[in-house]
C-alpha cells in the first residue's frame, strides 16, 4: 500500500506504536526489535509494567539525529532518524537506534512507573500537563506524574547509567569525554558545583550547556553505583507501590542511609581522588611541550585551515558570551580578527566547513542545530558572502585546494550520500549512498585530490579512519576502502601539504592525542602525551603541528612538535571500575541482530488517522474566576499523539452570589487543526486569573472566532509569520480588561499581523542579544450589518537589539506608529495607550512594558488616540545567577533588572506629547525543579504637556511562556 508522502502511517506491537512517514517505513521493523528487547530488559530491572501503548514518533526535520521523550500527558518518544552529531566521544554509540531508543526507554519506565495512589488519581484525571491557561493543572500534574519532578541532571544520570549497559559498553558511562572533562577540572583547580549549582549557574555559562547535566548526571550514578552497587542505584528511582510522593532527596537518604547533600560532597571528594591517581599514571612518562598561543578560550570550534601565505588560520567557533563566528588567527602576531558572524551553530561542530586557500574560499554550513543545512561560501579577501546550496543537508565539507572540489555529506531519510559538486558550485551531485547504520563523516580529501580519508562509525559501535580513492569513487560504484586506523575513536583528519602524512586524534589511551601515519610504510606514530586532550591537528611547518588543547572552559589553540612521543600511559575509566566489580551488568545487553520481520508481532501498516487517535490528556475540576464571581466547572485537554487534532475547554457554572445579575454558565473552547487553523469560542468565558486580580479579563459576552498561522519563512534565526483571524462578537458590553465601553455590542473583527524576527542569543543569556523583530497589524472593525458602520487601524513596530558597555547588557531601540480611521460609533476601534500591563497574577510576558500600547506611569488605557509615534530605549542588564537562596526543590533561578524611558506623540484631551522613565525586576524561580515562575515589580513615572504622574506594581507569573 502507498500513501501520500507527508501522510503519517502507523504500526503496532505488543507494547509499542510507531507513528512515521512512508519514507521511513524501511525502519519499522528495527525500530520495534530495539523498543520490545529494550523495554523487556528494562521492565525486569524496575519491576513495570507499561500503564499504556508507548509511542514512538519519527522525524527527519534535522540533519543530526537525537531522542526525546516525555511520559506526560502520554508515553512518547520523538525520534530524529539521521545520523548523531559526531565529536569528542561526547556519545559513545553502537546501533544508533538502539541506542537512542534503550536511552530514552529508561526515562519513560522512571517517569511512567506510579505508586498506588499515583495510578489511583491517573485513572480519573490521566497525567496531567501544567497549562497556564489554568494553573490548577500543576497540582493535578504532581499528583499524577511525581516521578517527572526532579532535576534534569537527575533525569539523565539513571538514563546514561543503562544506556551504556544494555549496548554493549557503548555509552558515557564508558565514554572518554566525561573523563576528560573532570580530569581537565582537576587539572586546573577549579571548584567542583553543587547538584544545586548545576542548574542554576553551570548549565547556563559552561559552554557545554545541557550536555552537563549528563555529565555529571551520569558520574553522580556511576560514584552511587561502585560505593553501593547497581542494585540500590536502581532502588532510588524504581518507584514501589506503597509510595506516597516521596521525593528524590528524601528517597536518597532512606536508600543510602545519608543525606544526599552530604554524599555529593563525597563524590567530589571521591573523583579528585580518582583523577588524582590517573595523572600520576600519565606523570610516569614525559609530557609534550604544548606551547599555547593564545590567551583566549575558543569553546566549541570547528576544523582549522592554513591560508595560503602560511601566516594565518582560519576557524569557527562558538564559546560562552559571544556569538559564533568565524575568525582569523594570525600565527605570527597571535591575534585574532572576526571574519563573519556563524548563525546557528550546532553543539559539538558548531559548523561543517572547508578552505580553499588557492581561491580564497571558506564554504560553512547554517541552520546546524535544526532544520535543513544551508551551504555558505565566503571569500575571505573580499569579505563577500554568497549562498550556494539551501536546504542540501549536505556536512562533513572538504575541498581540494588544486581541483577545488567540494565533497559533503548529505543525511536524508536515516541515510547518508558523499556529494560533490565541481567549481564554480552551481549544482551538488551524488557519489555514492550509504546504507543505514554507515556513517560516514568528517571528510578530509588530499591537497593533490587523489585521496579522500574519512571517518567511518559503524553499528557494531567501531569508529574508524578509511583511504578512498577519488578516481574510483567518482564512478559510483560500491565503494572500496583501506583502513587506517581504528583505536580510541579516531577522528579530525588532515594531510600534510606534501601529502606524505595523514594527521588525527584519538582516545587510544583514554587520552585524546595527536596521531600521525606515514602514507607510504602505513606506519602510525603518536606524537604526544598529555594531561587534559589535543584535536583537530593542523600540519603548519615540516616541524610544527597546529591543535585545540581542551580545557573545562572549551578549546585552546597550541603549537607542538612534529615528533613522535617517548611513552603514552592509559588512564583508568569509572565505568570500568564499575564493570570490574559489577560483570553481571554487561548480562543487560541488547542483540543487534535483526530479527525476522514475521516474528515481531508487528499489526498491518495502516494509514494514521488523527480522529480515531483522540485520547482524553486532561480532565480535571477546577474553580476559575470570571470578574467578581467564582466558577466552579471542569477543564478538559483532548488531542492525538501528533497534535493533528488538539482541543482545549473549560466549562463552568457559577453557583455563588458574588454578582447576583452576572451570567451563570461559562463556556471557552479552542480547537487546533494542525496547529495552523484554530477555532474557538468564548460565552461568558472565565479566566483563573480573575480570582486574584482587581483588573478583571472575564468579558461578558460571546466571541467567536476563526484563525490561520502559516510561516513565509522559518530559516533559523529568520522567521516569518503571518497569523490572520476573523472574530464575532455578540452581547459585549467592555474590552481591555472591562476598562473601555464598547459603542455597539455586536461587532466583527478581522485582523492580519505578520510578523518578522531575526534574533540571536549567546550562552550565558537569560534574554535575545541581537537583531530585529519587525511587526505589522491591520484590523479591520464592522458593526451590524443592518446598521453597518466600519473602521480600520494598521500600526507598524521595529525594534533592534545589540549589547554593549559589557557581556549580555542588550540595549533594545524600539520605534512604532500607527493611524486609525476615526468612527465614533465604533470606539473599540481606537489606539488605548496605558499602564504596565501586569496584573497581581499573570499568564503573560513579564515584560510587558515593551508591547506597543502600554506606558508605565499613565493610568491603563486611560490615552485613547487615532494616531501615535512611540519610541522606546531599554537596557538590560546581565542576568544575575544565583545557588544559595533555596527551600528544598524552590529556588531562585536568577534575575533579571531592566531601565526605559519612552516617548510619545499623539492626540488626545489629555495632552499632546508623553515621555516616561521606568524600571523593573524580574525574580525568576524554579519549582520542583521543572516549574518556573516569575515575580516582578516595576515603577515609573510619565509627564505630559499637561501633567505627571508614576506607578508601580508587584506581579507574580505563573509558569514559563
Known amino acids: 500500500m502507498s500513501f501520500a508522502q507527508n501522510e503519517w502511517l502507523e504500526q503496532e506491537s505488543t507494547n509499542f506504536k510507531i507513528i512515521y512517514r512512508s519514507s521511513h517505513s524501511h525502519l519499522v521493523p528495527q525500530l520495534f526489535k530495539s523498543a520490545e528487547e529494550a523495554l523487556e530488559v528494562l521492565s525486569r530491572i524496575f519491576n513495570y509494567t507499561p500503564s499504556e501503548k508507548i509511542i514512538i514518533n519519527t522525524y527527519d526535520a534535522y540533519d543530526y539525529g537525537y531522542g526525546a521523550a516525555t511520559s506526560v500527558p502520554q508515553n512518547f518518544i520523538r525520534l530524529e532518524i539521521e545520523p548523531m552529531e559526531p565529536g569528542y566521544e561526547t556519545i559513545p554509540y553502537s546501533e544508533r537506534f538502539q541506542w537512542i531508543i534503550s536511552h530514552e526507554l529508561v526515562h519513560i519506565v522512571v517517569n511512567d512507573h506510579s505508586s498506588?495512589?499515583?495510578?489511583?488519581?491517573?485513572?480519573?484525571?490521566?497525567?496531567?500537563?501544567?497549562?497556564?491557561?489554568?494553573?490548577?493543572?500543576?497540582?493535578?500534574?504532581?499528583?499524577?506524574?511525581?516521578?517527572?519532578?526532579?532535576?534534569?541532571?537527575?533525569?539523565?544520570?539513571?538514563?546514561?547509567?543503562?544506556?551504556?549497559?544494555?549496548?554493549?559498553?557503548?555509552?558515557?558511562?564508558?565514554?572518554?569525554?566525561?573523563?576528560?572533562?573532570?580530569?581537565?577540572?582537576?587539572?586546573?583547580?577549579?571548584?567542583?558545583?553543587?547538584?544545586?549549582?548545576?542548574?542554576?549557574k553551570l548549565s547556563h555559562n559552561s559552554f557545554l550547556l545541557e550536555t552537563i547535566f549528563y555529565i555529571y548526571g551520569s558520574r553522580f550514578a556511576s560514584f552511587l553505583s561502585l560505593k553501593y552497587g547497581p542494585e540500590k542505584l536502581v532502588s532510588?528511582?524504581?518507584?514501589?507501590?506503597?509510595?506516597?510522593?516521596?521525593?528524590?532527596?528524601?528517597?536518597?537518604?532512606?536508600?543510602?542511609?545519608?543525606?544526599?547533600?552530604?554524599?555529593?560532597?563525597?563524590?567530589?571528594?571521591?573523583?579528585?581522588?580518582?583523577?588524582?591517581?590517573?595523572?600520576?599514571?600519565?606523570?610516569?612518562?614525559?609530557?609534550?611541550?604544548?606551547?599555547?598561543?593564545?590567551?583566549?578560550?575558543?569553546?566549541?570550534?570547528?576544523?582549522?585551515?592554513?591560508?595560503?601565505?602560511?601566516?594565518?588560520?582560519?576557524?569557527?567557533?562558538?564559546?560562552?558570551?559571544?556569538?559564533?563566528?568565524?575568525?582569523?588567527?594570525?600565527?605570527?602576531?597571535?591575534?585574532?580578527?572576526?571574519?563573519?558572524?556563524?548563525?546557528?551553530?550546532?553543539?559539538?561542530?558548531?559548523?561543517?566547513?572547508?578552505?580553499?586557500?588557492?581561491?580564497?574560499?571558506?564554504?560553512?554550513?547554517?541552520?546546524?542545530?535544526?532544520?535543513?543545512?544551508?551551504?555558505?561560501?565566503?571569500?575571505?579577501?573580499?569579505?563577500?558572502?554568497?549562498?550556494?546550496?539551501?536546504?542540501?543537508?549536505?556536512?562533513?565539507?572538504?575541498?581540494?585546494?588544486?581541483?577545488?572540489?567540494?565533497?559533503?555529506?548529505?543525511?536524508?531519510?536515516?541515510?547518508?550520500?558523499?556529494?560533490?559538486?565541481?567549481?564554480?558550485f552551481n549544482k551538488l551531485e551524488t557519489l555514492v549512498q550509504f546504507e543505514v547504520g554507515e556513517e560516514f563523516q568528517q571528510l578530509s580529501i588530499s591537497p593533490s585530490g587523489k585521496f579522500l580519508a574519512a571517518v567511518l562509525h559503524q553499528s557494531s559501535g567501531e569508529q574508524k579512519i578509511i583511504l578512498l580513492d577519488m578516481d574510483l569513487v567518482k564512478t559510483g560504484q560500491k565503494v572500496k576502502y583501506e583502513v587506517l586506523y581504528n583505536s580510541g575513536s579516531p577522528e579530525n583528519i588532515s594531510w600534510s601539504m606534501d601529502e606524505q602524512y595523514i594527521f588525527w586524534n584519538a582516545y587510544t589511551s583514554g587520552v585524546s592525542n595527536i596521531y600521525r601515519l606515514n602514507i607510504n610504510s602505513l606506519r602510525v606514530d603518536v606524537l604526544t602525551h598529555t594531561l587534559r586532550g589535543l584535536f583537530r591537528p593542523l600540519c603548519v611547518t615540516q616541524d610544527s603541528i597546529f591543535a585545540f588543547e581542551f580545557t573545562s572552559s572549551g578549546f585552546v589553540p597550541v603549537m607542538i612538535a612534529n615528533q613522535p612521543a617517548s611513552q603514552v600511559p592509559a588512564i583508568s575509566y569509572l565505568g570500568q571500575l564499575i564493570l570490574d566489580k559489577y560483570p553481571e551488568l554487561m548480562e543487560n545487553n541488547l542483540s543487534t541482530e535483526t530479527a525476522p520481520f514475521e516474528q515481531l508481532k508487528i499489526l498491518p501498516e495502516k494509514k494514521y488517522s488523527g480522529l480515531n487517535s483522540l485520547s482524553i490528556q486532561t480532565f480535571i475540576p477546577v474553580i476559575s474566576g470570571f470578574q467578581k464571581q467564582k466558577v466552579i466547572g471542569f477543564y478538559g485537554h483532548i488531542a492525538d499523539p501528533v497534535l493533528t487534532h488538539d482541543l482545549n475547554f473549560e466549562i463552568g457554572y457559577s453557583p455563588f452570589k458574588e454578582n447576583p445579575l452576572g451570567p451563570k454558565f461559562h463556556v471557552k473552547l479552542k480547537y487546533d487543526f494542525k496547529k495552523q487553523f484554530e477555532i474557538g469560542l468564548d460565552h461568558n468565558a472565565t479566566d483563573f486569573y480573575d480570582l486574584f486580580n482587581k483588573r478583571k479579563r472575564g468579558m461578558i459576552g460571546t466571541k467567536l472566532r476563526l484563525g490561520h498561522t502559516h510561516y513565509w519563512i522559518y530559516d533559523n534565526p529568520l522567521k516569518v509569520k503571518q497569523q490572520t483571524e476573523v472574530a464575532l462578537y455578540r452581547s459585549i458590553q467592555f474590552i481591555n480588561d472591562n476598562l473601555t465601553k464598547v459603542s455597539?455590542?455586536?461587532?466583527?473583527?478581522?485582523?492580519?499581523?505578520?510578523?518578522?524576527?531575526?534574533?540571536?542569543?549567546?550562552?550565558?543569556?537569560?534574554?535575545?542579544?541581537?537583531?530585529?523583530?519587525?511587526?505589522?497589524?491591520?484590523?479591520?472593525?464592522?458593526?451590524?450589518?443592518?446598521?453597518?458602520?466600519?473602521?480600520?487601524?494598521?500600526?507598524?513596530?521595529?525594534?533592534?537589539?545589540?549589547?554593549?558597555?559589557?557581556?549580555?547588557?542588550?540595549?533594545?531601540?524600539?520605534?512604532?506608529?500607527?493611524?486609525?480611521?476615526?468612527?465614533?460609533?465604533?470606539?473599540?476601534?481606537?489606539?488605548?495607550?496605558?499602564?504596565?500591563?501586569?496584573?497581581?497574577?499573570?499568564?503573560?510576558?513579564?515584560?510587558?512594558?515593551?508591547?506597543?500600547?502600554?506606558?508605565?506611569?499613565?493610568?491603563?488605557?486611560?490615552?485613547?488616540?487615532?494616531?501615535?509615534?512611540?519610541?522606546?530605549?531599554?537596557?538590560?542588564?546581565?542576568?544575575?545567577?544565583?545557588?544559595?537562596?533555596?527551600?528544598?526543590?524552590?529556588?531562585?533561578?536568577?534575575?533579571?533588572?531592566?531601565?526605559?524611558?519612552?516617548g510619545l506623540v499623539l492626540k488626545s484631551d489629555q495632552g499632546n506629547y508623553f515621555a516616561d522613565i521606568g524600571a523593573q525586576v524580574n525574580f525568576v524561580f524554579k519549582h520542583w525543579d521543572n516549574l518556573e515562575n516569575t515575580l516582578s515589580a516595576g515603577i515609573a513615572k510619565a509627564w505630559s504637556d499637561t501633567k505627571a504622574d508614576w506607578e508601580w506594581f508587584i506581579s507574580l507569573k505563573l509558569l514559563k511562556n
Open 744 to 902: 455597539q455590542p455586536d461587532f466583527m473583527v478581522a485582523q492580519t499581523i505578520f510578523d518578522l524576527k531575526n534574533q540571536r542569543r549567546s550562552i550565558g543569556s537569560s534574554d535575545f542579544e541581537f537583531g530585529n523583530d519587525f511587526t505589522t497589524t491591520f484590523m479591520l472593525f464592522a458593526s451590524d450589518p443592518n446598521n453597518p458602520e466600519l473602521a480600520y487601524q494598521i500600526w507598524t513596530e521595529f525594534g533592534d537589539f545589540s549589547t554593549w558597555l559589557f557581556k549580555h547588557n542588550v540595549l533594545y531601540f524600539k520605534v512604532a506608529a500607527g493611524y486609525h480611521e476615526p468612527n465614533l460609533n465604533l470606539a473599540q476601534s481606537r489606539f488605548y495607550f496605558g499602564g504596565f500591563g501586569n496584573r497581581e497574577v499573570e499568564n503573560v510576558d513579564v515584560k510587558q512594558y515593551r508591547k506597543v500600547f502600554r506606558f508605565p506611569g499613565i493610568p491603563i488605557y486611560e490615552l485613547g488616540a487615532d494616531k501615535f509615534i512611540k519610541l522606546m530605549l531599554e537596557n538590560n542588564f546581565p542576568p544575575i545567577r544565583t545557588s544559595g537562596l533555596s527551600i528544598r526543590r524552590h529556588y531562585l533561578n536568577h534575575i533579571d533588572f531592566s531601565i526605559y524611558s519612552q
Open 116 to 200: 498506588n495512589v499515583e495510578s489511583f488519581a491517573r485513572s480519573i484525571f490521566s497525567k496531567v500537563v501544567p497549562e497556564q491557561i489554568q494553573p490548577l493543572t500543576i497540582i493535578y500534574s504532581l499528583m499524577t506524574n511525581y516521578n517527572r519532578y526532579t532535576p534534569r541532571w537527575h533525569q539523565e544520570a539513571i538514563a546514561v547509567f543503562w544506556e551504556t549497559w544494555m549496548n554493549g559498553g557503548y555509552g558515557r558511562t564508558l565514554g572518554s569525554f566525561d573523563e576528560m572533562y573532570f580530569r581537565s577540572l582537576f587539572v586546573e583547580s577549579n571548584e567542583f558545583p553543587t547538584e544545586n549549582e548545576i542548574d542554576t
Open 236 to 424: 532510588w528511582f524504581r518507584t514501589e507501590p506503597d509510595e506516597f510522593f516521596k521525593n528524590f532527596e528524601s528517597k536518597f537518604e532512606d536508600i543510602f542511609g545519608v543525606d544526599m547533600e552530604d554524599e555529593w560532597i563525597e563524590f567530589v571528594k571521591f573523583e579528585k581522588d580518582f583523577q588524582s591517581t590517573n595523572i600520576k599514571k600519565l606523570r610516569t612518562a614525559p609530557l609534550t611541550d604544548t606551547k599555547r598561543i593564545s590567551t583566549e578560550n575558543f569553546g566549541w570550534v570547528t576544523q582549522p585551515y592554513l591560508d595560503k601565505s602560511g601566516d594565518n588560520i582560519y576557524f569557527g567557533f562558538h564559546r560562552s558570551h559571544q556569538l559564533a563566528e568565524i575568525q582569523k588567527f594570525n600565527l605570527r602576531y597571535r591575534l585574532s580578527t572576526e571574519v563573519a558572524s556563524l548563525p546557528t551553530p550546532s553543539m559539538l561542530q558548531v559548523s561543517s566547513t572547508a578552505f580553499d586557500k588557492n581561491l580564497g574560499l571558506f564554504f560553512y554550513t547554517t541552520n546546524n542545530n535544526q532544520l535543513y543545512r544551508d551551504l555558505w561560501v565566503l571569500d575571505v579577501d573580499k569579505n563577500e558572502k554568497k549562498l550556494l546550496f539551501k536546504d542540501c543537508r549536505v556536512g562533513s565539507l572538504t575541498i581540494s585546494p588544486s581541483t577545488h572540489e567540494l565533497l559533503g555529506i548529505e543525511h536524508s531519510a536515516s541515510s547518508a550520500a558523499l556529494v560533490y559538486s565541481l567549481y564554480p
